[in-house]
T-cell receptor
Framework: DAKTTQPPSMDCAEGRAANLPCNHS???????VYWYRQIHSQGPQYIIH???NNETNEMASLIITEDRKSSTLILPHATLRDTAVYYC??????????????FGKGMKLTVNP | NAGVTQTPKFRILKIGQSMTLQCTQD?????MYWYRQDPGMGLKLIYY???????DKGEVPNGYNVSRSTTEDFPLRLELAAPSQTSVYFC????????????FGSGTRLTVV
């Protein structure tokens, strides 16, 4: 399974863009990049996913490099409620053919007033 | 539409006791998962199911059992509780479409004393 590397923590000022990096240098050609976040002790929340092209939804944008070895999650106008642990995950496939998500430690984003 | 519902939210067990963590989803999702999260760590997969009647082990299955008699329900059983099973347990589900995100429950915080 491809693994990801994220910095352990990052700070961002409220109202500014938060750019969260992720390295996944061993990603395979058919593996997707997923981003989730976990606010305090709640269940993880799906944010966005992508394969090759950049993606945008109502929560965030995902920029994937052309060689797909890294990506950046962008929160365009960070708010205090975006303070959370963010997980960058590359989708793994089990021997049975079903998918599973493998979580690392993630990155703690703190949005400061 | 309730999503993924977990009960109980909190529980204290004595060593050697048994209990069942309940998980139910009303989205007609085929895939369901149980994760545990220890303090400061990412989530680890315990068991998963690709449909009613089919279950398989994840990374850390020892000490747990599951069943999937219906599409909606995926209970997690602890037979002989041990302090090492003190953790927060999350249930998740997703539909068959391989690119879609998971929906997580709000978690069960279990303490074994």
């Amino acid at each position: 399974d491809a693994k990801t590397t994220q910095p352990p923590s990052m700070d961002c000022a409220e109202g500014r863009a938060a750019n969260l990096p992720c390295n996944h240098s061993t990603i395979s050609g058919n593996e997707y990049v997923y981003w989730y976040r976990q606010i305090h002790s709640q269940g993880p929340q799906y944010i966005i996913h992508g394969l090759k092209n950049n993606e945008t939804n109502e929560m965030a944008s995902l920029i994937i490099t052309e060689d797909r070895k890294s990506s950046t999650l962008i929160l365009p106008h960070a708010t205090l409620r975006d303070t959370a642990v963010y997980y960058c995950i590359v989708r793994a496939v089990t021997q049975g053919g079903s998918e599973k998500l493998v979580f690392g430690k993630g990155m703690k984003l703190t949005v400061n007033p | 539409n309730a999503g993924v519902t977990q009960t109980p939210k909190f529980r204290i067990l004595k060593i050697g006791q048994s209990m069942t963590l309940q998980c139910t989803q009303d989205m007609n999702h085929n895939y369901m998962y149980w994760y545990r999260q220890d303090p400061g760590m990412g989530l680890k997969l315990i068991y998963y199911s690709v449909g009613a009647g089919i279950t398989d082990k994840g990374e850390v299955p020892n000490g747990y059992n599951v069943s999937r008699s219906t599409t909606e329900d995926f209970p997690l059983r602890l037979e002989l509780a041990a302090p090492s099973q003190t953790s927060v347990y999350f249930c998740a589900s997703r539909t068959t479409g391989t690119v879609l995100g998971y929906t997580f429950g709000s978690g069960t915080r279990l303490t074994v004393v």
